[in-house]
């Protein structure tokens, strides 16, 4: 265990901790505890830069279960740093922020800092373990905390909802993605990702090459909310805002983008690879920002934003990965996608942040968050407005900010894509521009409209719930001002992150494209000159305006006034429909009868036993090597079946019982005849106990109906009692030949030769009962008498005043 | 002789799950019982058949037969003649408390 290993673990540590310090010291708000943790790791990880940024990397290696190559391998490269760094430094800012948004008087905090710390040491867990187990083991912690964190305000309905619909749905993800990583070890074997990344060329030569790669992306997809298992985001926003900034716009929803960044190594260059993930990037950032324009709540505009810029994220590492095609890093063609997703992936973490907090600060101050109920909040709330401002400005693309310099890198991105030449990209590359700068005119549009519902028009205080409208405490602006900050600076001066945190992440996405020592080239300036990057930006604003001032000639279309994603009904539909599925599924076969499941049972012992045999081409009936039959036994085993046959035939109690007497009788006498008397004597001394107790207790029960049974069900009854007494003849007989055939030593062999020397024993079988398997006899005994306790509590046991049943 | 076994097993299993799958508690006791002995005989009879002498060393005879199964089998009378019990005195309480002996009428509400 190194000092990294307890970084990871920390806040799973710290967690334990919290429901004490909230329960002793309830006069300060839990939060103030919490804050230190994420503020120590911030700056520890800090402390990695010089490291990375050089070209190095750092491994900690800590054995988990070696056996199965499971290790908990810490490994810090340049995309685990910034990763690392993004997970501590909003963290810090969100449980500032979170400190003045939840009352500590009515809010359970100690609910809140447990699940929030528990989901941050498992994001570190995903971003810093190179196992892929120990990834996924993280990933689901992530995914459970991320639920119980949506169901924080367990009592309402939605959020319940939210919170199950998101577990459905990520943690089908996962366990596609699990099953993904064993088909990786399959091929590899190994679940370290360095080592498979080194062993690449095989992977991508093996058959399930494609089936692992469509496993890993399903996980990756559902986590990070890509079409069409996007529609679990929105309905997260029902949990407090900090967590909507922090798990469902700045961290977890990018670990799906961190996993196809971090696994690029090993799948990247293969035409699926690009296609799926650029294609469905490129579908997710155009359904969510038209969506996003359609929406009614704050949040929700947020989600479907968030939605969309992770589909862009997406899209530009498909676009990105075609670069393992050409092995090689001097091109700046496709090194500009990867640039552009890395550094729009810090720039979405700050400008999104802030508009989440800021979203958070409405909701606080108003009471509500619907933009249909909310406007002329500009005066009101000069500082929120700002903030917002910067931050919408940001993400619609607009000089100076940060966005807008990620956003012309993603149009350079997608227009060198139609440059590569491979793919079958000159046929129908052209498409990827053009859906690129049609969700961006959405982008821009949802941006005007959401600042302008929220802060221009007129204040109408009678359409909210709150008497007074304030800027909010101070406390809450620090976190939203700091991230506004970052967007302005990261804006004006993009190359203070260039060499320190993008080169090594970028690195870190390529690695093997590079030789030692050299680095990528990153310099991100405001002006290219008169490019079709420009021309487009634009176009975006025009059109943007253009459709925000026909705004009323739309805002009563059908379009605009439906806000339901339509594949909320597929989930909905898809949802009642499993469980009224197997309540029906459920319904026919537990019917309560005994019979029916006796037809259940049997008839698939009988097709799991047929099919065996099939396969096995069994039973081996030649060259049996039988015992001959003594003539008198054939008398016996008439008897016998002449007893046996008939008992189903009978009406009469009595009869039954002393047929079943008479054929117990003669199981005896078989086992004398096969030279078991220890069997027989047995059987004999029960089988008198037994007819006794049949006696005893038919006694009370009433005489025996004459059933009459359809003739359906008696040829059915026939079949599989036949049937099954047909395979029981031949699964006894294989299983006897392939004995004879195997012709293994008999394990009884050690009891013959050892009972008289170590047991002091003639008979064997006895001294195998009492002595060699004493132990086996002593609980048989304990079974017996736990039988007698029932028979004797169900006959005599009656508690006074109570139920008789 | 094994052969013949097999095929006496064979039609006690028969037998067996004819009588399980009928209505009436008695047969369903009687149907239990019917199933072990086939069970034990199974044992016995895949270990070989009459090969050897009982598994009794002063009869100090060259070969014996399998004492294994016969213990496996011993073990087992005991255990089904419990389960056998248990089974009855559940019919006799069954009864007492419901008045049928038929499971049709035993069901569990269909509504529940």
Known sequence: MTLLHWAVLSPFIAAILIPFLYKYLKRIHTGWFVLILPLALFIYFLSFIPETSSGNVVLNNLDWVPSLGINFNVYIDGLSLLFALLITGIGTLVVLYSIYYLSKQKEKLNNFYVYLLMFMGAMLGVVLSDNLIVIYVFWEVTSIASSLLISYWYTREKSIYGAQKSMYITVFGGLSMLAGFSLLYVIAGTFSIRELIANADLIMASSLFIPAMILVLLGAFTKSAQFPFHIWLPDAMEAPTPVSAYLHSATMVKAGIYLVARLTGVFGGAPEWFWIITIAGLITLIWGSISAVRQKDLKGILAYSTVSQLGLIMSLLGAGSAAFYFQDGDSPLYMTAILAAVFHLINHATFKGSLFMAAGIIDHETGTRDIRKLGGLMTIMPVTATISLIGLASMAGLPPFNGFLSKELFLTGMLSVTEYGIFNLEAIGFIIPIIAFIASVFTFLYCILMFYKTFMGKFDISKLKVKHVHEAPIGMLISPIILAVLVVLFGLFPNLLAYSIIEPAMAAIAPGILSPGEFFDVHITHWHGFSAELFMTLGIIVLGVLLFITFRKWENTAFYRGEQDLFNYAYDYGYDGLIKGSQWLTRIQMTGRLRDYFIYMCTFIMLIMGYTMYRYNLPLIQNLDLSPIPVYTWFVILVFLGSILTIPFLNNRIAIIITTGVSGFLVALLFVLFRAPDLALTQLLIETVSVVLFMLVFYHLPKLKKVKTPPKMKTIKLIISIGFGLMITLGSLSAFSMGQEANYESISEYYTENSKEKAGGYNIVNVILVDFRGLDTMLEVLVVSLAVLTVVSLIRLRFKGGEDV | ?112
């Open chain 2, 1 to 112: 002789m094994e052969l013949l076994m097999s095929i006496v097993i064979g039609i006690i299993f028969s037998v067996s799950i004819y009588l399980f799958m009928s209505k009436n508690l008695l047969r369903v006791a009687v149907a239990t019982l019917l199933l072990s002995h086939g069970v034990h005989l199974l044992l016995v009879t895949m270990s070989g058949l009459q090969r050897g002498a009982s598994p009794i060393l002063s009869f100090d005879a060259e070969a014996y037969t399998d004492p294994l199964p016969h213990a496996l089998v011993l073990t087992a009378i005991v255990i089904s003649f419990a389960v056998t019990a248990l089974l009855l005195v559940m019919s006799y309480r069954t009864y007492k408390v419901h008045k049928t002996d038929d499971l049709e009428d035993l069901r569990g509400s269909a509504d529940e």
